[in-house]
Nanobody
Framework: QLQLVESGGGLVQPGGSLRLSCVASGFTLDDYGIGWFRQAPGKEREAISCISSSGGSTNYADSVKGRFTISRDNVKNTMYLQMNGLKPEDTAVYYC?????WGQGTQVTVSS
């Protein structure tokens, strides 16, 4: 079975940091480009960041540029989203995506 599983979400104070992980099963991660998305209640799902299969090219949404970093470990079949300088508006469910496959999401809540 092809599957993506996110983890690492939780409650963090403004200005804090969090690292999300996404483990891919059933396929080789280095065959694909990957991306992170997020969706807040009542809002559209938005693309946050993407990275090429080799890791040589990355893109970020303006809302997270300079604060978030996407990376991948193809040996471990895992991709990451390092989130620094978190703001309350970053509160959302975060999803990883590869081709047509999506993880179940992990909740990130930024609040004092």
């Amino acid at each position: 079975q092809l599957q993506l599983v996110e983890s690492g979400g939780g409650l963090v104070q403004p200005g804090g940091s969090l690292r999300l992980s996404c483990v891919a099963s059933g396929f080789t991660l280095d065959d694909y480009g990957i991306g992170w998305f997020r969706q807040a209640p009542g809002k559209e799902r938005e693309a946050i960041s993407c990275i090429s299969s080799s890791g040589g090219s990355t893109n970020y949404a303006d809302s997270v540029k300079g604060r978030f970093t996407i990376s991948r470990d193809n040996v471990k079949n895992t991709m990451y989203l390092q989130m620094n300088g978190l703001k309350p508006e970053d509160t959302a469910v975060y999803y990883c995506n590869i081709a047509t496959y999506w993880g179940q999401g992990t909740q990130v809540t930024v609040s004092s």
